[in-house]
């Protein structure tokens, strides 16, 4: 039984024209099904029916017709976008010391922008005491000068500096992650794809865990809090989505949380995918409660409302000294939620990402046996264990040219900062499939 | 000395205020903190200082976003 559930607007994935698109339902699935004139159909699925779709998405308005129509090959902020700028992407180098098997930004042997570009870009995009810059690449940590683009961005005026990076150079040059701590480094995302090298090998090429878990060790060293950011691609680490949660657990407050990335298409990728090689939202909620059993209460998960809901979700806990999570959020007390700006969004995750200054640290750190359990039941005690022990499952599901969906697009905060322009993610690494 | 360690009375039952336990509640989560309260009526004092200090950052932190 076919059935069209919803109207927007795609992309040829070969041309990239714009085209109209539907969601259809096919038994539980739901895919995304477009023509184009001149390429033929094409259909991608984009949800399991593991959850309810519609009361996950809740009441976003489709896109009207004339709305949007620009979208995505005018981007760089229209006024039809319907959100700020939560987090801006900033590429401060092409070159990369991994050769992955996926990456958006195609990272190699490209080369540097000039320190002088990008302060000029950090001054250029700061709204001073605001902006939450990703400073990006390729790796960006192949380049020594990073720590003082770090400055850079702070005198420019970037609340927050976030680090993307793979973690090789932190694990291996201690004193480099000393100069970005006082450089004024926020926290960092760090590539972390699984608890084996197996996952390393097949998705990044060689052995890296035992990098990862020094990274780590090293940036709880200076006070940087690090998320851990796999990229989920089935048939190699869709498995090991509880263990990355148990993890990350048993390393806070060190380890902030996971950022779940599933696989997009776009950038270098080995293939056009099948079915079966893409990884839904909806797959990945019922992976957690599969794999991460009662650590992670289902309820506790929500959708994003500061980008459209079918793009992640976030759950917010306290990690208790018996390396259980306290969740701060169940559904049934945001039934009502409406859509949050970037700003509140931008509060929140670094509120959550960053550690607290190290003296407030030094005395939280200190697992105390007669604290645990009860101590957030005072004031006192919970604010200075949330001040402490915060930790976040996200997740971001990037669209490509199979499965963008303007209506999500239209939506989106995390913008890369090219050319003088803010443009959403997945329209600046939308690449031709096929 | 703190608001809360001054010697308080309660306006309407003139009794003098002793410290006991509240319990707060915000958003599902409860919480308590010792309060000046009148033994008889059971108003509590809530100084500003724990109104804009501890109880205004636990409604922060608890509000999502």
């Keep these: 039984m076919r059935k069209i559930l919803r109207k927007t607007y795609s992309v040829c994935p070969v041309c990239l024209k714009r085209i109209p698109a539907d969601h259809v339902a096919l038994g539980n699935k739901i895919y995304l099904e477009k023509s184009c004139p001149e390429h033929g159909s094409f259909s991608t699925i984009i949800w399991h029916g593991l959850r309810d779709l519609e009361s996950w998405r809740g009441n976003l308005p489709e896109i009207a017709e004339g709305e949007n129509e620009n979208c995505p090959h005018a981007c760089g902020l229209c006024p039809e976008h319907q959100q700020d700028t939560c987090c801006v992407l900033l590429e401060v180098t092409k070159r990369c010391n991994l050769r992955c098997t996926f990456c958006f930004a195609q990272g ?277 264990r949330i001040r402490s022990h915060s930790f976040t499952l996200t997740a971001m599901a990037f669209q490509d040219a199979g499965n963008l969906d303007l209506e999500r697009l239209r939506r989106c905060s995390l913008h890369v900062f090219a050319n003088g322009r803010f443009v959403p993610f997945c329209a600046y690494y939308l690449t031709k499939q096929g | 000395m703190a608001a809360e360690d001054r010697k308080w009375k309660c306006w309407q039952c003139n009794q003098e205020l002793v410290k006991q336990q509240v319990l707060f509640t915000y958003l599902g989560h409860t919480f308590s903190h010792d309060l000046p309260t009148c033994p008889k009526c059971r108003r509590v004092f809530i100084p500003k200082e724990l109104a804009d200090g501890a109880i205004a950052e636990v409604e922060e932190q608890l509000e999502d976003k």
């Design chain 1, 108 to 384: 190699g042997d490209g080369e540097d922008i000039p320190f002088a570009t990008v302060r000029s870009h950090l001054f250029a995009l700061a709204d001073p005491g605001k902006t939450l810059v990703q400073l990006s690449g390729g790796e960006p940590t192949v380049r020594d000068d990073l720590p003082q683009i770090v400055a850079a961005a702070k005198e420019a005026g970037c609340q927050y500096v976030q680090l993307n990076t793979n973690g090789i150079r932190l694990a291996q040059d201690q004193e480099f992650v000393k100069e970005l701590a006082q450089a004024g480094l926020s926290f960092v995302f760090m590539q972390f794809d699984g608890t084996n090298d197996d996952i390393y090998r097949r998705l990044r090429g060689q052995d890296l865990f035992a990098l990862k878990k020094q990274a780590i060790e090293h940036c709880a060293l200076f006070n940087l809090g690090v998320t851990l950011v796999p990229t989920l691609v089935p048939g190699v680490n869709t498995d090991e989505i509880g263990n990355l949660i148990r993890f990350a657990v048993a390393h806070a407050p060190a380890v902030r949380g996971v950022h779940f990335q599933p696989v997009s298409y776009f950038g270098r990728i080995p293939a056009l995918p099948s079915e079966a090689e893409r990884f839904t939202l909806d797959q990945l909620l019922a992976a957690i409660e599969a794999q991460a059993g009662e650590l992670v209460p289902q309820d506790s998960i929500l959708p994003s409302r500061c980008d459209h809901p079918l793009c992640g979700f976030h759950g917010d806990y306290i990690v208790m000294n018996d390396k259980t999570l306290y969740p701060l959020r169940r559904k049934e007390e945001n039934c009502c939620c409406q859509p949050t700006t970037a700003e509140q969004n931008r509060a929140f995750v670094a509120r959550r990402w960053q550690r607290p200054q190290a003296e407030a640290a030094l005395s939280s750190d200190q697992e105390n046996p007669s604290l645990a359990g009860d101590e957030i039941e005072t004031l006192e005690g919970f604010l200075r």
